[in-house]
């Protein structure tokens, strides 16, 4: 019957193939989250997993090459050591084609992040602080962390304000 069906409707030939086309697109794209969603990442953006955009959990982050340094920060006592995922690793891996993030916190605290900062050796997104994973009330689960005792660049207003903890999404921006 299912060959008949084909023979009689050559439009259903067409379905059929772009049933496949689109699954095949889909597998070029990102994998699902298994977990709970902690960052969302919309707007011009190559790779994705959702209508919604690119969608990750803590596994998918701890997949991607990682990051780990020990600095100051104005928000804690003592030097804290942090370990996350590059920026610039988190935009290649959804092939960012933008010029500057809008990054978004739980609480609709929001801020602007030219792309230029996403580089190796710059801000990662940190998930652990001192090896243990950041509630809420700790400023995670995500937060954007720059290596503040690298160099005096990023001990300034507009790095701090850029340092965005409950992050929840971001999406880029400009061409």
């Given at each position: 019957m299912f060959t008949?069906?084909?023979?009689?409707?050559?439009?259903?030939?067409?379905?059929?193939?772009?049933?496949?086309?689109?699954?095949?697109?889909l597998a070029d794209n990102l994998p699902q989250p298994?977990?709970?969603?902690?960052l969302t990442v919309t707007g011009a953006i190559g790779m994705t997993n959702s209508d919604e955009g690119a969608r990750f959990d803590i596994p998918m982050l701890k997949a991607?090459?990682?990051?780990?340094?020990?600095?100051?920060?104005?928000?804690?006592?003592?030097?804290s050591t942090f370990q996350g995922v590059l920026l610039k690793d988190l935009l290649e891996k959804v092939d960012a084609k933008g010029t500057m993030l809008q990054a978004r916190a739980l609480n609709d605290y929001a801020v602007e992040i030219p792309l230029t900062d996403a580089i190796l050796g710059g801000p990662i997104i940190a998930y652990l602080n001192?090896?243990?994973?950041?509630?809420?009330?700790?400023?995670?689960?995500?937060?954007?962390?720059?290596?503040?005792?690298?160099?005096?660049?990023?001990?300034?207003?507009i790095i701090y304000s850029r340092s965005i903890w409950q992050l929840e999404e971001l999406t880029v921006t400009g061409d």
């Open positions: 008949r069906v084909l023979k009689s409707s050559p439009g259903c030939l067409m379905v059929i193939a772009a049933m496949f086309a689109n699954t095949t697109a298994n977990g709970e969603v902690v991607l090459p990682q990051t780990k340094f020990t600095t100051g920060t104005i928000w804690t006592e003592d030097k001192n090896g243990k994973t950041m509630s809420i009330r700790e400023k995670g689960p995500l937060w954007i962390v720059y290596p503040y005792d690298a160099k005096s660049a990023y001990r300034t207003e």
